[in-house]
């Protein structure tokens, strides 16, 4: 379950742990894309969701943490 780490600035961003992994997440410029940040075991991943909400993409931030956890190979 992931929890609230401090409330974001922008009405269209999102940070939370999940899993012992920081993720931050925010709308990019262009339109049906967020950028994302996960920060876990000394590491950073930055990458770029395609997704019309905020809540798909960060079920994709979830799903992407539980892969690096597992030790699977990213699809990007």
Do not use: H, V
Not at 4 to 19: C, L, T, W
Not at 26 to 50: L, N, V
Request: hydrophobic share 40%; glycine share 8%.
């Amino acid at each position: 379950m992931a929890t609230m780490s401090g409330s974001p600035k922008d009405a269209d961003a999102s940070s939370a742990i999940y899993r012992g992994a920081w993720y931050s997440l925010a709308r990019a410029p262009e339109a049906g894309y967020w950028q994302y940040t996960i920060s876990f075991e000394g590491r950073d991943i930055i990458g770029r969701i395609e997704a019309r909400l905020s809540l798909l993409a960060i079920r994709q931030i979830k799903l992407r943490i539980d892969r690096e956890l597992q030790g699977t190979p990213a699809r990007d």
